[in-house]
């Protein structure tokens, strides 16, 4: 009871302290994906990411890293939409995939070698640039995202045994190595 005292008493400080009539932006909706948002913040950060991806495919060629980022920097909402359109469909399928990111983590752990989790959380921080928090819940929407595509579009996939031999059969020399080799 003390501590919502608190928590009530210091948020209408704060609120007071503001000027009146102003509004404060916090932050700026882009999208509206059915319930969820995506923010500016968000925008942000898938751009950051992409800046990185490409940097690290153009092996940081800056004329290569300018072509590429003005290819896709119209793309970096629809990927969002996209991706945020599938975590809903997972959750619509009530996938879980929560035992599969606290096992990926573990052994991420493991692999690294860092036993304390304060540290470990120090280490992703330093490696990701975001909180452990944040990293493990853009982990856990990637693996819905992929359970989605597997379940939605992967298991529909129906290639008939005809077209598997004949495929077989034109690629034939493909399919066998040299004993030499």
């Not at 925008?43 to 072509?67: F, G, H, P």
């Not at 970096?76 to 991706?83: A, K, S």
């Not at 990926?104 to 692999?111: F, G, L, S």
């Not at 304390?116 to 992703?124: S, T, V």
């Amino acid at each position: 009871m003390n501590m919502r005292f608190s928590l009530g008493y210091a948020l209408l400080l704060l609120v007071s302290a503001l000027p009146a009539g102003e509004p404060v932006v916090l932050e700026q909706i882009v999208a509206k994906v059915n319930a969820d948002i995506i923010t500016l913040g968000d925008l942000d950060e898938s751009r950051k990411t992409l800046s990185q991806e490409l940097a690290a495919q153009c092996r940081n060629d800056k004329a290569c890293i300018a072509e590429q980022t003005e290819k896709r920097k119209n793309d970096v909402l629809r990927d969002q939409i996209d991706q945020t359109l599938l975590v809903q469909k997972a959750k619509d399928l009530s996938i879980s995939v929560d035992s599969q990111v606290s096992k990926q983590m573990a052994d991420m752990q493991v692999k690294v070698g860092i036993k304390d989790p304060e540290e470990f959380r120090q280490f992703i921080q330093t490696q990701t640039g975001m909180p452990i928090e944040d990293y493990r819940e853009k982990m856990k929407q990637g693996m819905l995202q992929q359970e989605v595509i597997g379940q939605e579009v992967s298991s529909k996939i129906i290639i008939p045994r005809s077209e598997v031999e004949k495929f077989y059969e034109e690629h034939k020399n493909e399919f066998f190595r040299d004993k030499e080799s």
